[in-house]
């Protein structure tokens, strides 16, 4: 029989080369010639740009050329938008994209306003920094409420006000449910995600070969595909003239689809332009003021619940921060609207939003795109009303859990996919159940936190549930080919940041073909091997390229019965494929290897038969109508110094249910590094701007991340509701493990706190992040309250 | 990209050469041990020079002698050195605990004692891209002549961030100081000045050769502690640290202490008031509460760092009385994450 490996905790085939720096990242591609990029970028956040004095600068020894949006001439462009709003009635959407370099305006801190080109990146920032951009700051829209406000500044002139989206979206009638309430509970709540920091900043190398007439392009993007069509149609190139190659990443978490780039759209321009190939790769302080983040959203927010904590409806009203720009559409604030509603029933939903345009860089998706924000509100929501109707955080949870058999769930909301917001499938208490058993909930309320208290020191406990929209379409294709040396090979178009595609992959691949997983070759994100598709993100890779796989791994297969069939003449019923061989059941001795097969697949003399195709290979594509819904429950025990108002996370329970699992191993690691984030945005990363716009924490030494030392092991259990909506039944996992933590820390902080003795029965923490330093500000707020 | 500007480097193998090179340079030259503060300090533009000579070709200056009294650490052993070594660990370990809760361990395998202690001053208005910096105008400890922590002020208020400082301080080490021109033994204290600036008594050309740590200071005579407020387990400079050396009298009454604060003035802060009022009483919880609060009113954190100048006031009495419990064999009264003991 042949080995099992779909499903077994397999190690990840890529480590070895990734360990031993033998992967190839974007800054190791040397090339013959080779340019260096540097940038000038807009120290204010906002000003009028009056013109570029880059004459110096031009004339520095090893300066090629110095390009500002002049120098474009007619390809200077605002980028694509990548994701139209969705078709929601009544929405307002206005489209404003980055430009390639800033002219008349600059509209945020780290914006570029002119390109240097020259034979090192030394010279190249050596003369950058001799580049006199001449702007007049204008006052700058940081704060989100008064961005709204009647006579602020406008980030972009042309448009009334800095309004960049409007959109409502409900169901049922809340105000009527309002009234039938037995405690309606509402609360202003701030959640502020941050920095995706990836270990590898962005990079970019491009070559224009005049003789051969193609561009080749090295990016670190998740989704080369997509920059390849791009580009092809911005230079009036053939899709085929380009090659986009998504080497090793370190790292992708969303910023790196964001597209395009300015620096995306200009190097390959530029290597066109100089004939030569121009490298730039980004360095940190870049990273934080010209990639992507997340950020802010203000919710109003209520609950409207029955005598027994039954949710009758929710109201929000909530301000998004776009940043500068929007190409990236309404992705981020649709997924808050919709994931608020979470694993619960809720019958009514009334959710209105207001995407803001701020002097701030570009707000696209982070780990979670948005959900953290949606998520947090509703725990909240959700422990408030348990608190007044003195339930228990576990039970009003389990009280208002969609149940089993109520799958399909139709919300009757539109999703950021575009499609409406359907859970395909889930079962939600048993992982509840799991968690609460796992985090040993019952001995913590009754046995560990009065003894911790009685001898002075205060522990807290929280539990959360939160779905995550996975896998969404619109489709991912492979081709799984049968070499004649017996090997298989693997293409899609997806790219790898490091999730383990090449290990998961092969693992789908080699359980349809009865192959080792050494035998198993994948390539991922070359647009020269396959280029049909669109990307890694939305926790997407497993299950649609993933499914991809296997329907062209199923293909070859029916290829190798039928050949072999004939070859063994036997039915293909009674063959087997192990071991990387052809056998006939019971009969020894009878079977041929795959590669033998592969060489009479594609005879050098003989006639291919009408209807057959020669090889053993197939391409195809899947297409989910929607995306899996993915679910879980976090659990955690904190510990708080109420002397110095310190956490330390004691322990932390995740129980998951992502429908099939390809490799626990793989599916343990995105888990436990998402909680890093999510611990890391919860306590410790907050992207600060000042008043002008000016982000005050631009470096590792003032943006703290979670250390190895901050971030507690993470206990794991599993539920398996397979997703009826793919032949696998996976749904993603990407983005489980940054999501829920935010009110999930903050729930357990404050039961550690109130409850203490010490004055703080009334703390309630209704904003993401916290630092020990806020944590004094609300508990001292709160005492000298409580004195007067 | 973060680049170094043009400079010539020297890298002497003797004292004597590297004297000399100072003395001939002038204004513009500098010395650079491990390099962890000097060289991202100069990519960033904060620190300048024509000149950096490197001490660590330099072999006498790396050398730890433990002749059983005093002991002499190089300035530019470094600071995994010193934290491993086993004179530290034995004698003066809160010494060791000190060192090891500086940054994190690829940091204390480059910097060293010396760089530790000569560490430039932090503040929130001067630790920031150069754009930054630019586009508020420089501060006085810069280009500028504001201090952005109290623009009414004619000083720059800028933090110590040594935490070898503080510690050093309360043991009573002193400091090997040569210059072409000779050589002085000083005690550390004297070596810092209360000004963001200017912040090292030392003249340009003298270079910090070795801490000498007396033999009094040794565990078997005193007893030490140093507690240190981060956020997270390494990497963080101080928020607030403490550190305190006690002698007892047989009575068990305080002979003698010394409480030390960091990153909470331009120099290591000793606490006299609370020394003076520990002196001859029993170092019990009401004699540790009177002296924290002293501590917290001596110390007077400015805006100059991410938080909030209340909360660090208050984490100065409670780190303060920590260490002054700790000293005394009590229970420390506070419970952080992170502490390297």
Known sequence: MARRVFGEPVRRREDPRLLTGRALFVDDVELPGMLHVAFVRSSFAHGRLNGVDAAAARARPGVVAVITAEDLGSYWQAGPLLVPPPPIEGIVFHQRTQVILARDKVRHAGEPIAAVVAESRYLAEDAAAEIYADVDPLEPVVDLERALAPGAPRVHDDLGSNLAAHVRQSKGDYAAARRRARRVVGRRFTYDHGAAAAMENRGIVARWDGREEQLTVWDTTQAPIPIRNGLARMLGLAESQVRVIAPFIGGGFGPKIMMFYPEEMLLPWLARHLGRPVKWIEDRAENFFATSQERSQIHDAELAVDGEGRILGVRDRFLHDSGAYDPYGLTVPINSQCTLLGPYRVPNYDSEFKAVFTNKTIVTPYRGAGRQHGVFVMERLLDLAARELGLDPVEIRRRNYIPPEDFPHHHGLIYQDFSELVYDSGNYEPALDQAVEMIGWRRFKEEEQPRARRDGRQLGIGVVSYVEGTGIGPYEGARVTVETSGTVSVTTGVGTQGQGHFTSFAQVVAEQLGVDLDRVRVVTGDTGEFHWGTGTFASRGAVVAGNACHAAAAAVRDKILKLASELLEASAEDLELAEGEVRVRGVPGSAITLGELAAKANPLRGAVRPGTEPGLEATTYFGPARGATASGVHAMIVEVDPETLMVKILRYVVVHDCGTVINPLILEGQIVGGVAQGIGNAFYEQLVYDGEGQLLNASFMDYLLPTASDVPPVETGHVVTPSPLNPLGIKGAGEAGAIPTGPLFAQAVEDALRGAGLGLEQLEILEIPLSPNRLFELTEALRQGGGS | ?341
């Open chain 2, 1 to 341: 990209m973060l680049r170094l500007p043009p400079f010539d480097f020297r890298a002497p193998r003797r004292l004597a050469e590297a004297a000399a090179i100072l003395a001939g340079e002038g204004d513009g030259a500098r010395v650079v041990a491990g390099g962890t503060d000097l060289w991202p300090n100069m990519k960033r533009r904060h620190q300048h020079a024509t000149t950096v000579v490197s001490l660590m070709g330099i072999p006498e200056l790396a050398a730890v002698d433990d002749g059983g009294g005093e002991l002499r650490l190089g300035a530019t052993a470094t600071l995994a050195q010193v934290a491993a070594s086993d004179a530290v660990r034995r004698r003066y370990p809160a010494l060791a605990c000190a060192v090891r809760s500086i940054s994190s361990p690829p940091l204390r395998n480059m910097g060293t004692l010396g760089g530790n202690l000569c560490l430039d001053t932090r503040c929130t208005y001067y630790n920031q891209t150069e754009p930054w910096r630019r586009a508020i105008d420089f501060c006085m400890k810069e280009a500028g002549t504001v201090c952005w922590v109290a623009p009414s002020s004619p000083r720059c208020w800028a933090h110590a961030a040594s935490d070898a400082a503080p510690m050093l301080c309360a043991l009573g080490a002193r400091v090997l100081l040569r210059a072409h021109d000779g050589e002085r033994v000083v005690p550390l204290e004297e070596l810092y000045r209360d000004d963001g600036i200017d912040y090292l008594n030392k003249r340009r050309e003298e270079i910090l050769c070795a801490v000498l740590l007396p033999a009094e200071a040794a565990v078997e005579h005193c007893a030490g502690s140093f507690w240190k407020l981060r956020r997270r387990g390494a990497i963080d400079f101080a928020v607030v640290s403490a550190a305190a050396a006690a002698w007892f009298d047989a009575g068990g009454a305080v002979e003698r202490l010394r409480l030390v604060l960091g990153a909470v003035a331009s120099r290591p802060l000793r606490v006299v008031a609370a020394e003076e009022l520990l002196a001859g009483r029993r170092l019990d919880e009401e004699a540790v509460a009177e002296a924290a609060r002293l501590a917290r009113k001596a110390a007077t954190p400015m805006d100059n760092t991410d938080f909030q100048a209340q909360w660090r006031g208050l984490m100065v009495e409670r780190y303060a009385a920590a260490a002054l419990r700790q000293a005394a064999g009590l229970e420390p009264g506070i419970r952080p994450p992170h502490h390297p003991l």
